[in-house]
């Protein structure tokens, strides 16, 4: 069955120091990557994406992705975090093949600790 | 920048009550789609709809929900008569097509809290 899954639920980081969150996905063929922000009583705010091409891509506030198809990894990094990265991150995808359901993972929240 | 507003914000209804969630997605988006969040839980698919018509929707979305473009901008969900576990965040969000339209833009959210 197609998935997205994050492995981590919960992710405490110092100001400063650098974040990586997982996200592995189960599709046929290549999907469609996401990664979003949500901060707490808001929407969804894209990050970046992935469609084809360079597998390493690079989003707003400082956030890259990189797409490792032999790991089925879309896995989000920041250098250095600040505490306004605090805020619910989800990975999601949707099959090239589809009408756009996007599937998402669980979410993992950040904690940033002065 | 253009975005996918929803409204209302929030709304509160008693059970068995139908309500009417409204989206005005971005003006030459051509998919549009409803996703659900329960409290504490992951982002749901409910429903897409393209071409005045649904083209997938969950096992979720059953007999009680439906979706209207009724006027060429707005984009509804109707739920005929509410449930407490339809108590949830819901997200429209649009897409403009194949390619480089392949992201989907996400509304504020609408809170819907059933009594």
């Known amino acids: 069955a197609q998935s997205v899954t994050q492995p981590d639920i919960h992710i405490t980081v110092s100001e400063g120091a650098s974040l990586e969150l997982r996200c592995n996905y189960s599709?046929?063929?290549?999907?469609?990557l996401f990664w979003y922000v949500q901060s707490p009583g808001q929407g969804l705010q894209l990050l970046l994406k992935?469609?084809?091409?360079?597998?390493l891509v690079q989003g707003i506030k400082g956030f890259e992705a990189e797409f490792k198809r032999s790991q089925s990894s879309f896995n989000l990094r920041k250098p250095s975090v600040h505490w306004s990265d605090a805020a619910e991150y989800f990975c999601?995808?949707?099959?090239?093949?589809?009408?756009?359901?996007?599937?998402f993972g669980a979410g993992t929240q950040v904690v940033v600790t002065p | 920048e253009p975005e996918v507003t929803q409204t209302p914000s929030h709304q509160v209804t008693q059970m068995g009550q139908e309500v009417i969630l409204r989206c005005v997605p971005i003006?030459?988006?051509?998919?549009f789609y409803w996703y659900r969040q329960i409290l504490g839980q992951k982002v749901e698919f409910l429903v897409s709809?393209?071409?005045?018509?649904?083209?997938?929707k969950s096992e979720i979305f059953d007999d009680q929900f439906s979706v209207e473009r009724p006027d060429g901008s707005n984009f509804t969900l109707k739920i005929r008569s509410t449930k407490l576990e339809d108590s949830a965040m819901y997200f429209c969000?649009?897409?403009?097509?194949?390619?480089?339209?392949?992201?989907?833009?996400f509304g504020p959210g609408t809170r819907l809290l059933v009594l």
């Open positions: 599709y046929g063929a290549t999907p469609y």
């Open positions: 992935y469609f084809s091409g360079d597998t």
């Open positions: 003006s030459n988006h051509l998919y």
């Open positions: 709809f393209y071409n005045n018509e649904i083209s997938e």
């Open positions: 999601a995808g949707f099959a090239t093949d589809s009408w756009g359901k996007l599937q």
């Open positions: 969000a649009s897409r403009a097509g194949p390619g480089e339209g392949e992201t989907q833009y």
